[in-house]
């Protein structure tokens, strides 16, 4: 059998080392083709994926590309983790159509990739910092895991990341250690300036890290790079980085302003920080692990996001990115005026109504008694004016001027004053006789 370019190693159909029969090709990659299988004793899928070595390697790096491969699965092999796929087997000889290739026998995982989920929520608004968190976590333990044997994935990625349907829900397993890189005790502390020696890059440019692209060391500071994009893109349903080819991606990688949810339009509140640190374009400036990092976020969990609601940055598809800003700033509303109050005006017209009222009742209550003879002081009371009578009377003299008695005793003479009073006051004119006019003396 022949390879093909849907088959490159002319496995289907075929079994190999005797105990898989291999049926379809799955997924192929830069440096790898998976397959799906069947162990042909216990009669369960497996998923067969068989390294790809690329033809422009000299002979001496083919065989160091080919030994690394073979010296990390084993190191995969130890990483028991629920979160992280189960390699099951190993071989490196003879292939059936006749060529040779190392191939590793992974656990078969039925469900979905999480970039197929995040492609079919795209501009819905994203997850909450809690269910991000719930979801991801799992993956953020396996590399925990994964960088305390001292292993760095170096190609994390939501394509990466399979959403497995169990028994128990859906569990995230991280695929694809298969350029993983084992880091020596030199390698542990990150410089961030030294160039790598490996020869191959491999890598997604949409996940890339800025030592990736710069050729200089990565490691676990790499991943947690990585797992903040992937973060990032699960709160806002954004994918981190655009661009319409390579060069513009480079650009939006190496760029000053991170891809923190800030400049997409969303706040998370104290999260914020974390994610700019861990985005950090220096390494040296990051969490130095996927450990340090979650710890960080569990640490400053906000309780909910909020998005922007006067986004006015430029569109691309139906979402607006802001590329100029990395912290969101709270939305200022202008203050409605409140058309002046009438409330003075009532208050003032209360008033007057109320010292009417107060006014009329005084003057009913003295013109209903008779004058109290004992007091020594009378106040004139003016009556308000009555409807004229049918027959006019004639108009009454002016009262003359008489001095007000100082004291009154019943049943002794009037006596009055030596010292002269101001003239009474001039009453209106009225229709009948008024009960004021005089002071009854016996």
């Known amino acids: 059998m022949s390879p093909s370019s849907a088959d490159p190693f002319a496995l289907l159909g075929t079994r190999l080392d005797g105990k898989y029969d291999v049926h379809s090709v799955i997924a192929e990659g830069g440096f790898g083709v998976v397959y799906r299988a069947t162990h042909r004793t216990l009669q369960k899928p497996v998923a067969i994926k068989v390294l790809k070595t690329p033809p422009s390697l000299a002979e001496f790096s083919r065989k160091d590309f080919i030994e690394k491969f073979v010296f990390e699965a084993r190191t995969i092999a130890r990483l028991e983790h629920p979160g992280i796929v189960r390699v099951l087997d190993f071989g490196g ?48 333990e396996a590399l925990a895991i994964a960088h305390d044997e001292g292993v760095a994935h170096r190609d994390l990625k939501p394509a990466n990341i399979m959403l497995a349907r169990t028994r128990q829900g859906i569990e995230p397993k991280l695929l694809d250690f298969g350029i993983a890189k084992s880091m020596h005790d030199e390698e542990a502390t990150v410089s961030g300036q030294t160039a790598t020696a490996s020869v191959l890059r491999a890598f997604t440019l949409a996940y890339a890290s800025p030592e990736q692209l710069g050729g200089t060391r990565t490691g676990p500071w790499t991943d947690v790079h990585a797992l903040a994009l992937v973060l990032v893109e699960v709160l806002t349903d954004c994918a981190p980085f655009r661009g319409e080819d390579s060069t513009d991606l480079t650009i939006n990688v190496l760029a000053a302003t991170r891809p923190t949810p800030a400049k997409f339009g969303l706040d998370v509140g104290a999260w914020e920080p974390v994610l700019a640190r861990a985005l950090a374009l220096r390494p040296a400036e990051r969490f130095q692990n996927a450990r ?9 969990m906000p309780t ?8 006015t940055a430029p569109v691309v598809g139906s979402v607006a990115v802001r590329d ?3 912290t969101l700033q709270p939305v200022h509303h202008p203050t409605a005026v409140a058309p002046p109050s009438r409330r003075p005006v009532l208050l003032v017209v209360a008033a007057v109504c109320v010292a009417a009222l107060t006014f009329g009742a005084l003057y009913a209550v003295g013109s209903s008694q008779a004058p109290t003879v004992a007091a020594p002081v009378v106040m004139p009371i003016v009556a308000p004016p009555l409807p004229p009578p049918a027959t006019p009377l004639a108009p009454a003299p002016a009262p003359p001027v008489v001095a007000i008695p100082s004291v009154v005793d019943a049943g002794s003479p009037l006596r009055t004053s030596p010292r002269p009073l101001r003239p009474a006051l001039r009453l209106p004119t009225v229709a009948r006789p008024r009960v004021h006019d005089h002071v009854p003396v016996d």
Do not use: C, K, M
């Open 93 to 140: 000889g003879l292939l059936p159509s006749g060529g040779s290739a190392p191939w590793i026998v992974l656990e078969w995982i039925d469900g979905q990739a999480l970039d197929a989920i995040l492609d079919a929520r795209r501009n819905q608004g994203g997850r909450s910092p809690a269910e991000a968190l719930a979801l991801l976590r799992p993956v953020f």
């Open 292 to 300: 340090e990092f979650l710890r960080a976020l569990d640490a400053a």
């Open 324 to 326: 100029h800003t990395t």
């Open 304 to 311: 909910a996001a909020s998005w922007d609601a006067l986004r």
